[in-house]
């Protein structure tokens, strides 16, 4: 699995995102509402209202990179005990929050295991 280094700056855009944007609009967003720079090197994180998707926004030399991760059961556990409209997360608090792990209390999702699709 692709995951991002743990050096790496990352912006959590704590309000909903409507997961039909695309790259453009992200970046849009990364810039107007997050007041940020979208060609930093920052990934910038966005989450829709039932928490159960999450897409990541990176600037990488000539492009932007987009990273969609969409949770079969369960939901993303939005950090809720930081301040702000934009939260700063480190790369590995990051990696904990794809895998499921609560920030807050340190409890991670249920292993997965799936034969097939549908």
């Known amino acids: 699995m692709i995951r991002p280094g743990t050096d790496l700056?990352?912006?959590?855009?704590?309000?909903?995102?409507?997961m039909?944007?695309?790259i453009d609009g992200l970046a849009l967003l990364v810039q107007e509402a997050m007041d940020l720079n979208p060609f930093e090197q920052a990934?910038?994180?966005?989450?829709?209202?039932q928490r159960?998707?999450?897409k990541l926004?990176?600037?990488e030399r000539n492009g932007f990179v987009v990273w969609y991760k969409r949770l079969e059961r369960e939901r993303?556990?939005?950090p809720t005990h930081l301040e702000g409209d934009t939260v700063t997360l480190t790369g590995q608090e990051l990696n904990w929050l794809l895998d499921g792990v609560n920030?807050?209390?340190?409890?991670?999702?249920?292993a997965l295991d799936f034969q097939q699709v549908g």
């Open 9 to 18: 700056t990352v912006y959590l855009c704590r309000e909903p995102v409507d």
């Open 20 to 22: 039909r944007k695309q």
């Open 43 to 49: 990934l910038f994180v966005f989450g829709n209202r």
């Open 52 to 54: 159960d998707k999450v």
């Open 57 to 59: 926004l990176f600037w």
């Open 76 to 78: 993303f556990k939005w």
């Open 103 to 110: 920030l807050k209390a340190m409890q991670p999702h249920k």
